[in-house]
């Protein structure tokens, strides 16, 4: 018989060969694309495009400094305390039937939102905001459109986390336009993308960043917060399973904190660490998707998929919470929106490839067949009489539907 230690080792060893496997099978799909200009960058970029998520380099645009600036900032902000936070100022989304509905810029307090359907109880802060704004009482006459809401900084002393994350907010921008400028000459689309960029351009004023700090499954356990006892029945997550209703999306992400044993990290190889997943497009299959220092994800989002007939596709993702205890997981998310008046038919012609206009009403249809039966919330479901309408409209329908925990959110301020 083998000595003890020698079983060991090769337990270890086993283990260590069978997680690597497992990672690499739930992480082999998300590539990494180079943005070069070359007709093979085109050709990988278009094929990523299809799977609906990959990988890009944040620079020229950010650099693994910026990234790492705006997530120290974020985790010092995070750290204040409740009160502290909570007396903050917020914005937030017109009230439905009288209920307070979604924060539209500034601190979402722990447990405030849980998505559409509320099926879950979503275990994180966020922060939102954006480059846009409208005064608070401003009408319809005052030339604002719907959804460009001033953000909402804590003050004073937040200087550098300002400074920071709206850093990261215009590079994040300008890695979407440069994808899109990309994709588009890839697609091949009839004027070049130059209307799709220019909407996107157009549409930051609209476009919006949620920056969210997502503790660790056990973190309800091991703490006494009122809020926890909300959950009730409800599953712990970090993000429910969705799609994005922008044309697309941009994350950049970090962990801080928790430190692993032997034991935890073999577990982690096998079960996963938590952190983002999706499903490839016709797989019920979660698969795992992980960035490199100085990269991003980029996301296709529902108003890309549909434009371009389904040949893009929108993938269901999620966020699982980390697995260490005292591990905490921050990502900034970058939705990149259209121009506030341009409509879901205008980007289905905007990506027209031939000669022939598209029929945007069966475009459309098609749509909404793919949207049928699903459990999440994408752009079109509950929502068809508003294809023809502006996009602002639309999302701000959709964001006042997000579910909130009214008993943990402070009273309004605007």
């Known amino acids: 018989m083998l000595p003890l230690g020698a079983r060991l080792a090769g337990?270890?060893?086993?283990?260590?060969?069978?997680?690597a496997w497992i990672v690499a099978s739930r992480t082999a799909q998300v590539p990494l694309v180079a943005l070069d200009g070359s007709a093979a960058s085109r050709v990988a970029l278009l094929k990523a495009a299809e799977l609906g998520i990959f990988r890009v380099r944040a620079a020229p645009h950010l650099s693994?400094?910026?990234?790492?600036?705006?997530?120290?900032?974020?985790?010092?902000?995070?750290?204040?305390?409740?009160?502290?936070?909570r007396a903050w100022r917020v914005v937030r989304f017109p009230p439905v039937h009288g209920k307070p509905a979604p924060i539209a810029r500034g601190y979402i307090p722990f447990g405030g939102e849980s998505g559409v359907s509320g099926s879950?109880?979503?275990?994180?802060?966020?922060?939102?905001?954006?480059s846009g704004?409208?005064?608070?009482?401003?009408?319809?006459?005052?030339?604002?459109?719907?959804?460009?809401?001033?953000?909402?900084?804590?003050?004073?002393?937040?200087?550098?986390?300002?400074?920071?994350?709206?850093?990261?907010?215009?590079?994040?921008?300008?890695?979407?336009l440069e994808v899109m400028r990309e994709l588009a000459l890839a697609l091949r689309v009839r004027d070049g993308g130059e209307s799709?960029?220019?909407?996107?351009?157009?549409?930051?004023?609209?476009s919006l960043m949620r920056l969210f700090h997502y503790h660790d499954r056990h973190h309800c356990q091991q703490t006494n917060r009122t809020e926890c006892a909300a959950r009730g029945s409800r599953a712990l997550i970090g993000s429910s399973p969705h799609t994005d209703w922008s044309a697309l999306t941009i994350i950049a992400e970090g962990s801080h904190g928790g430190r692993p044993g032997w034991l935890q990290r073999a577990t982690n190889l096998i079960f996963g660490a938590g952190g983002l997943q999706f499903r490839a497009r016709g797989s019920a299959r979660w698969q795992d998707a992980r960035t490199e220092a100085?990269?991003?994800?980029?996301?296709?989002?529902?108003?890309?998929?549909i434009g371009s007939d389904g040949r893009l596709h929108s993938?269901?993702?999620?966020?699982?919470?980390?697995?260490?205890?005292?591990?905490?997981?921050?990502?900034f998310t970058f939705f990149a929106n259209p121009r506030g008046t341009d409509m879901i038919a205008s980007w289905v012609r905007m990506l027209q490839t031939g000669e022939a206009a598209p029929d945007v009403d069966e475009v459309l249809a098609r749509a909404r067949e793919r949207a049928s039966g699903v459990h999440w919330n994408t752009l079109l479901s509950?929502?068809?009489?508003?294809?023809?309408?502006?996009?602002?409209?639309?999302?701000?329908?959709?964001?006042?539907?997000?579910s909130t925990l009214d008993s943990m959110n402070p009273e309004p301020h605007s």
Request: hydrophobic share 45%; net charge negative.
């Open 11 to 19: 337990l270890a060893l086993v283990v260590g060969v069978l997680g």
């Open 64 to 85: 693994a400094l910026d990234i790492e600036r705006a997530l120290h900032t974020s985790a010092e902000l995070f750290s204040r305390g409740e009160a502290e936070k």
């Open 120 to 130: 879950f109880f979503e275990m994180k802060q966020g922060f939102a905001y954006s």
């Open 133 to 176: 704004c409208k005064p608070a009482a401003a009408d319809e006459e005052s030339g604002a459109r719907p959804m460009e809401f001033c953000s909402a900084w804590p003050e004073p002393g937040h200087g550098p986390f300002k400074d920071a994350v709206s850093r990261l907010l215009e590079g994040s921008h300008a890695i979407a």
């Open 196 to 206: 799709l960029v220019a909407s996107l351009v157009s549409g930051l004023p609209i």
């Open 294 to 305: 100085g990269e991003v994800f980029v996301i296709i989002g529902d108003l890309l998929s």
């Open 315 to 331: 993938p269901v993702h999620r966020v699982l919470l980390p697995s260490e205890r005292g591990r905490t997981r921050t990502s």
């Open 382 to 402: 509950g929502a068809d009489a508003r294809a023809h309408e502006p996009f602002d409209a639309i999302l701000l329908h959709k964001w006042r539907g997000v």
